[in-house]
């Protein structure tokens, strides 16, 4: 299994407070991602980093920041969250060695509810 | 824009049926086609995967055909097993960048 731990797994908090979730890879791999689950509608990407310091957007970005200042850790911030964010949440990663090959593996995932 | 469509869920069977799982893609170019598996509380797991046309990936008794005449990657198993109830996931990644796009998900079902 790849290396890859999320914390926190568990969260609850309440609308309009700021929450942030980290994902720590082992795999010192170039890219990193946060997806969001949802029923009916698989995984959709919410940002993702190619490198340190180098992120961007993807098709579910408004709400949502990252940061990435180490190769190992991904943050992801919720700067004031809403009852639509509630999901669960969960971070890849990847090599980036071969377009054609590359593969993404999966972190075990942080339950969020904002009531 | 990229697209993956997969029958929707949920496919309840009996143990040692055969399962087929319909995936299609709408995608430019040759795009690497992937279906994971997610166990109840747990995150998507690789189950196979096919990067060019007429490719079969294969794993744990599961199988898939990359086609591109009918933008397909059905998945199969002769004989489903209690263990196998899961949800999977056909997921697509085009050659412009690492970006995957996954369908819907199936939820599978296995009844002893």
């Known amino acids: 299994d790849a290396g890859i731990t999320q914390s926190p797994r568990h969260k609850v908090t309440e609308t309009g407070t700021p929450v942030t979730l980290r994902c720590h890879q082992t795999?010192?791999?170039?890219?990193m991602y946060w997806y969001r689950q949802d029923p009916g509608h698989g995984l959709r990407l919410i940002h993702y980093?190619?490198?340190?310091?180098?992120?961007d957007k993807g098709e579910v970005s408004d709400g949502y920041s990252v940061s990435r200042s180490k190769t190992e850790d991904f943050l992801l911030t919720l700067e004031s969250a809403t009852s639509s964010q509630t999901s669960v949440y969960f971070c890849?990663?990847?090599?980036?060695?071969?377009?054609?090959?590359?593969?993404?593996?999966f972190g075990p995932g942080t339950r969020l509810t904002v009531l | 824009g990229n697209s993956v469509t997969q029958m929707e869920g949920p496919v309840t069977l009996s143990e040692e049926a055969f399962l087929t799982i319909n995936c299609t893609y709408t995608?430019?170019?040759?795009?690497?086609l992937f279906w994971y598996v997610q166990y109840p509380g747990e995150g998507l797991q690789l189950l196979l995967k096919?990067?060019?046309?007429?490719d079969k990936g294969s794993n744990k008794g599961f199988e898939a055909t990359y086609r591109k005449e009918t933008t397909s990657f059905h998945l199969e198993k002769g004989s489903v097993q209690v263990s196998d109830s899961a949800v999977y996931f056909c997921?697509?990644?085009?050659?412009?960048?690492?970006?995957?796009?996954f369908g819907g998900g199936t939820r599978l079902m296995v009844k002893p």
């Open positions: 890849a990663i990847s090599s980036g060695t071969s377009e054609s090959t590359d593969t993404q593996y």
């Open positions: 795999e010192n791999h170039r890219y």
């Open positions: 980093s190619y490198g340190v310091k180098d992120t």
């Open positions: 995608a430019t170019g040759y795009p690497s």
């Open positions: 096919a990067t060019k046309a007429d």
């Open positions: 997921a697509l990644k085009d050659n412009a960048g690492n970006m995957l796009t």
